[in-house]
């Protein structure tokens, strides 16, 4: 089975443009999380989303938005790009909405904003 | 506010060694998920053990195993017989028990295995 998948793998984007960011959950996940790494740090939680509704959000300004389709695949949306958007972002999904659920990790899109 | 923290950002271990990486937390739940992730230079992120807090026997996963220490909220991660694929970035995380809880996660720890 395909695991998570993310496109692009990496972007290169200029001060002030927009980005959309797509992941794809593995078959059967209803729930898929957003998280930011900014190099040589840990992830940081943008949002959650879970049967297409939003159930979570991270502290990350209104730039940020995402979204959640019928078929469970996700875009994360950034607008107006700062040069401190630059990042791995990391896409997971997850089989449910529990914490005991396993979070499965896609292999990121390097974002750099120059 | 939970917060995770890794005081090691980088360890070193030789090949077929044992090595320890800490991670302390701070919580005032009683019922939470506790995780390590590894994240190979290939950056996908692989989750290695998991631990339920309410779980007193200590997780293992072949040579991984934890230290989980509920009162002095510590969660160590050993590594038995280190191998060169275990060489990568190890992360410490914490979700708190319920539906729909964001991962938190440390720094994170820089674990170079030496042949």
């Known amino acids: 089975d395909a695991g998570v998948t993310q496109s692009p793998t990496h972007l290169i984007k200029t001060r002030g443009q927009q980005v959309t960011l797509r992941c794809s959950p593995i078959?059967?996940?209803?729930?898929v999380s957003w998280y930011q790494q900014v190099l040589g740090q840990g992830p940081q939680f943008i949002f959650q989303?879970?049967?297409?509704?939003?159930?979570g959000r991270g502290n990350f300004p209104d730039r940020f938005s995402a979204r959640q389709f019928p078929n469970y695949s996700s875009e994360l949306n950034v607008n107006a790009l700062l040069l401190g958007d630059s990042a791995l972002y990391l896409c997971?999904?997850?089989?449910?909405?529990?914490?005991?659920?396993?979070?499965?990790f896609g292999p990121g899109t390097r974002l750099t904003v120059l | 506010a939970q917060t995770v923290t890794q005081s090691q950002p980088e360890m070193s271990v030789q090949e077929a060694e044992t090595v320890t990486l800490s991670c302390t937390y701070d919580?005032?739940?009683?019922?939470?998920?506790l995780f390590w992730y590894k994240q190979p230079p290939s950056r996908q992120m692989i989750l290695v053990i998991r631990?339920?807090?309410?779980k007193q026997q200590n997780a293992t996963e072949n040579r991984f195993s934890v230290n989980f220490q509920k009162a002095a909220k510590s969660f160590s991660l050993k590594i038995s017989d280190s191998q060169l694929g275990d060489a990568a970035m190890y992360f410490c995380?914490?979700?708190?028990?319920?539906?729909?809880?964001?991962?938190?996660w440390g720094l994170g720890t820089s674990l170079a295995v030496n042949p």
């Open positions: 995380a914490y979700r708190r028990a319920g539906n729909n809880r964001k991962l938190i």
């Open positions: 078959s059967g996940h209803k729930s």
């Open positions: 919580t005032s739940e009683s019922d939470y998920y």
């Open positions: 631990q339920e807090a309410y």
């Open positions: 989303y879970y049967e297409k509704e939003e159930r």
């Open positions: 997971a999904s997850t089989l449910g909405g529990s914490s005991y659920n396993e979070q499965f």
